[in-house]
């Protein structure tokens, strides 16, 4: 049965987006340098290797070139099953892969594994289920003596200036402090890094052993504190992700162009220096973030705040009150 127009937009949509997505993947020179060095370290000739979240099939083509014996790609979109076969057979490994559609912790497989890699690291390193996923994995599908690619993962923060976007209307003398106010209490992804400047070096704010971790990590009360010189400038906080891919090979995700680190804005402090401490809650039931200077009151952002506000000033609508009235 044919898709109606609407399905057939959303499918055209949901297809633009996964192949534009992919193919920002495969311009990232340093993922793509990266990840390939960890194959070429850990496969060997004959070897099993189990790629999960296999997305264009790149690391199971990867693995297939240097010799691996068979590969298995395990991808949960339906529309990337293709995308893979093409490729496998464009790259001449077709009959060394077998694509497995599926989640990972759902799905049972015949045996052991060699290496098992995933590049389920979020852009917040654990937000794409990167723990759960890869110890399942490693409990159940990696041989004895086998390798994980990554072997760790963690995020990472630093205080920075980000340049705001300009929330005063160009053009017309108008006032819009109270959409700015609202903005300081919703995250959002930095595309954009040259004009970014870090204003300390970046704390490790939690790290996992992929290797050893037998359960999701607290995600709550995560801190770092840093003394700055240039205090005044600091208006945000800024997360992303490092992993441990194998041994000295180092994923730092700020170099690279496809993941977007995380911006937590706040309100700059007037003092020239001083310590600047930071505590963030990444549970998706209490996700807030606290910044503090030399042990004042902290300031609290939260979406949470921005939503209950619109709601609670929506609700108080004197205009609609009005309107109320006089239908009556």
């Known amino acids: 049965m044919g898709?109606?127009?609407?399905?057939?937009?959303?499918?055209?949509?949901?297809?633009?987006?996964?192949?534009?997505?992919?193919?920002?993947?495969?311009r990232d020179e340093v993922r793509n340098r990266l990840f390939a060095a960890a194959l070429e370290r850990t496969v060997q000739p004959g070897s099993r290797v189990l790629d999960i979240g296999s997305g264009s099939g790149v690391w199971a083509i990867y693995a297939a070139k240097l010799g691996a014996a068979r590969v298995t790609a395990v991808e949960t979109e339906p529309m990337l099953l293709?995308?893979?076969?093409?490729?496998?057979?464009?790259?001449?490994?077709?009959?060394?892969?077998?694509?497995?559609?599926?989640?990972?912790?759902?799905?049972?497989?015949?045996?052991?594994?060699?290496?098992?890699?995933?590049?389920?690291?979020?852009?917040?390193?654990?937000?794409?289920?990167?723990?759960?996923?890869?110890t399942d994995a490693r409990d159940r599908f990696l041989a004895k003596d086998g390798i994980m690619i990554p072997q760790t993962g963690s995020l990472v923060a630093a205080p920075a200036y980000v340049?705001?976007?300009?929330?005063?209307?160009?053009?017309?003398?108008?006032?819009?402090?109270?959409?700015?106010?609202?903005?300081?209490?919703?995250?959002?992804?930095?595309?954009d890094r040259p004009n970014v400047r870090l204003l300390a070096p970046a704390a490790d704010i939690l790290s996992v052993?992929?290797?050893?971790?037998?359960?999701?990590?607290?995600?709550?009360?995560?801190?770092?504190?840093?003394?700055?010189?240039?205090?005044?400038?600091?208006?945000?906080?800024?997360?992303?992700?490092?992993?441990?891919?194998?041994?000295?090979i180092e994923l730092d995700t700020w170099e690279t162009e496809h993941w977007l680190p995380a911006v937590l804005p706040f309100e700059s402090f007037s003092q020239?220096?001083?310590?600047?401490?930071?505590?963030?809650?990444?549970s998706p039931s209490q996700f807030y973030w606290n910044v503090t200077v030399d042990g004042e009151t902290p300031r609290s952002y939260t979406p949470i705040f921005a939503?209950?506000?619109?709601?609670?000033?929506?609700?108080?609508?004197?205009?609609?009150?009005q309107i109320r009235r006089a239908m009556r």
Do not use: C
């Not at 209307?169 to 959409?179: C, F, H, K, R, T």
């Open 209 to 248: 052993d992929l290797r050893t971790a037998h359960a999701e990590p607290s995600y709550v009360g995560l801190a770092a504190k840093w003394n700055l010189a240039e205090l005044s400038r600091a208006n945000a906080i800024v997360l992303w992700a490092r992993s441990t891919l194998f041994d000295d």
């Open 272 to 282: 020239g220096g001083g310590e600047l401490s930071f505590t963030v809650n990444l």
């Open 3 to 26: 898709k109606t127009p609407a399905e057939a937009s959303l499918f055209f949509q949901r297809l633009q987006q996964n192949l534009r997505y992919h193919q920002s993947l495969l």
């Open 163 to 191: 340049p705001a976007e300009n929330a005063t209307p160009q053009g017309v003398d108008i006032s819009a402090e109270y959409l700015r106010k609202l903005a300081l209490n919703v995250d959002y992804k930095l595309g």
């Open 307 to 321: 939503s209950a506000k619109i709601e609670s000033d929506m609700q108080f609508n004197p205009r609609r009150r």
């Open 82 to 134: 293709p995308l893979i076969r093409a490729l496998a057979r464009e790259n001449g490994v077709l009959d060394k892969i077998t694509i497995v559609n599926g989640f990972s912790t759902q799905i049972s497989l015949p045996h052991k594994f060699d290496v098992i890699v995933s590049e389920m690291i979020g852009n917040q390193t654990f937000d794409e289920g990167l723990v759960t996923i890869l």
